[in-house]
T-cell receptor, first 112, second 114 residues
Framework: NAGVTQTPKFRVLKTGQSMTLLCAQDMNHEYMYWYRQDPGMGLRLIHYSVGEGTTAKGEVPDGYNVSRLKKQNFLLGLESAAPSQTSVYFC???????????FGSGTRLTVV | KNQVEQSPQSLIILEGKNCTLQCNYTVSPFSNLRWYKQDTGRGPVSLTIMTFSENTKSNGRYTATLDADTKQSSLHITASQLSDSASYICVVSLYGGSQGNLIFGKGTKLSVKP
């Protein structure tokens, strides 16, 4: 049972480049989330999904887009990367909002 | 404003000693409070979840307490081990509303020295 898997684990982008981060879960969870973690700050919610085909904005959605075409996958896209998007990105999933979240191991993204 | 404040920011203790981490929150309406452990370079892992009516919850050497009246929680670690070195994050969940309803603290970084 793999849990939540994030790919890639590390990435360096140049300003203006685009990329997609993939999150996959094998627990049949309905809810999935993308967070970013910056030094000295708590995790901040970027976007989330409460089921296949649905997405919603979180606290810091600007510059990011998401898609949930399949229940097990949640993609986070950066269309034109900026240095301010340098961060560690975590994906999480849960059965319902009242249960504990399972987090992936993170993607460390550097934009130069 | 919904906020979760943790103290201390960092803590160094010797192996085998006990320690207590603090969490104060101003979150309303409250649903539950969670403690997570985050090892360096890894994602957070859930330790405990407590609802409004629960005062104490244990997970091995970790014991979390909740005082909903004063809006305070603590995480007590007994007989610390080197593997306890990590960041401990207090998270409060809002009741109702959208599903993007977790408020994260900034964490306490614990270092256990031999």
């Amino acid at each position: 049972n793999a849990g939540v898997t994030q790919t890639p684990k590390f990435r360096v982008l140049k300003t203006g480049q685009s990329m997609t981060l993939l999150c996959a879960q094998d627990m049949n969870h309905e809810y999935m989330y993308w967070y970013r973690q910056d030094p000295g700050m708590g995790l901040r919610l970027i976007h989330y999904s409460v089921g296949e085909g649905t997405t919603a904005k979180g606290e810091v959605p600007d510059g990011y887009n998401v898609s949930r075409l399949k229940k097990q996958n949640f993609l986070l896209g950066l269309e034109s990367a900026a240095p301010s998007q340098t961060s560690v990105y975590f994906c999480a999933s849960t059965l319902t909002g009242n249960y504990g979240y399972t987090f992936g191991s993170g993607t460390r993204l550097t934009v130069v | 404003k919904n906020q979760v404040e943790q103290s201390p920011q960092s803590l160094i203790i010797l192996e085998g000693k006990n320690c207590t981490l603090q969490c104060n929150y101003t979150v309303s309406p409250f649903s539950n409070l969670r403690w997570y452990k985050q090892d360096t370079g890894r994602g957070p892992v859930s330790l405990t979840i407590m609802t409004f009516s629960e005062n104490t919850k244990s997970n091995g050497r970790y014991t979390a307490t909740l005082d909903a009246d004063t809006k305070q929680s603590s995480l007590h670690i007994t007989a610390s081990q080197l593997s306890d070195s990590a960041s401990y994050i207090c998270v409060v969940s809002l009741y109702g509303g959208s599903q993007g309803n977790l408020i994260f603290g900034k964490g306490t970084k614990l270092s256990v020295k031999p």
